[in-house]
């Protein structure tokens, strides 16, 4: 199993501590240190888990809108988006559970515009106040269909470290990684307000695979 780069400094935290602490319950707790040890195990199985990196064929993408993440769709509504786009937009919101693939895809290819990171508070990711609260980052790409389509990473009360990698004037390719958040948050996509949506609240998503909209020709 392949495992992403931000894998690194938590696998070390997590293999150091599972030793240390299984040593300390076979040393004080002799025949009972299984009853720690096994918990334990399966935590440092799934930390692993959490950081795997699906094997999938990401195709090319126009007018199509690709889910940015795996999880579940949990808003679709008209909102104002006042970062960037100045208006009113679709807010698609994606919810991912610390069991989900934690990679962040750019949803619709074109060129990254703008990009900024947002120190800020760590509401529950499905509260609607967090896309504008909590910590985040918002990217935005004008796509080849010459729309301007805005993203959000959010952290939320678990996840406390998002992270991305594009810059202004990069290349953005509709279902290719661009950040990563850690332990459980949430993906909000802005789109412009006559975009067909195709997925509906409840969807369960693949990131880079599952399209959930599609622009309208410019």
Same mark, same amino acid.
């Given at each position: 199993m392949k495992l992403h780069k931000e894998s690194k400094g938590t696998i070390i935290v997590a293999s150091i501590a599972f030793a240390l602490i299984s040593f300390l319950a076979i040393r004080f707790l002799?025949?009972?240190?299984?009853?720690?040890?096994?918990?334990?195990?399966?935590?440092y199985g799934l930390v692993f888990w959490f950081f795997r990196v699906p094997n999938r064929t990401i195709l090319d993408h126009k007018e199509n809108v690709i889910a940015?993440?795996?999880?579940?769709?949990?808003?679709?509504k008209e909102v104002e988006e006042n970062e960037f786009l100045n208006g009113k937009a679709i807010q698609v919101s994606i919810f991912m559970s610390p069991l989900n693939v934690h990679i962040c895809?750019?949803?619709?290819?074109? @060129?990254?515009?703008?990009?900024?990171?947002?120190?800020?508070?760590?509401?529950? &990711?499905?509260?609607?106040?967090?896309?504008?609260?909590? %910590?985040r980052t918002t990217v935005a790409v004008e796509t080849f269909t010459h729309? @301007?389509?805005?993203?959000?990473?959010? &952290?939320?009360?678990?996840?406390?470290?998002?992270?991305?990698?594009?810059? %202004?004037?990069?290349? &953005?390719? &509709?279902?290719?990684?661009y950040g990563f958040i850690k332990f459980g948050s949430r993906m909000d996509v802005f789109l412009p307000l006559d975009t067909e949506i195709l997925? @509906?609240?409840?969807?369960?998503?693949?990131?880079?695979?599952?399209?959930i909209a599609k622009l309208k020709n410019a």
């Open positions: 002799e025949e009972w240190s299984l009853l720690i040890i096994i918990p334990l195990l399966v935590i940015p993440v795996d999880g579940k769709v949990v808003m679709i895809r750019y949803p619709v290819s074109g @060129k990254v515009v703008y990009k900024k990171y947002h120190p800020g508070k760590y509401l529950v &990711a499905w509260h609607e106040k967090s896309s504008t609260e909590n %910590e729309h @301007k389509v805005v993203f959000r990473q959010i &952290a939320g009360y678990v996840a406390r470290r998002i992270v991305f990698y594009c810059n %202004e004037n990069d290349t &953005a390719k &509709a279902g290719h990684e997925c @509906k609240i409840g969807d369960k998503t693949q990131g880079g695979l599952d399209v």
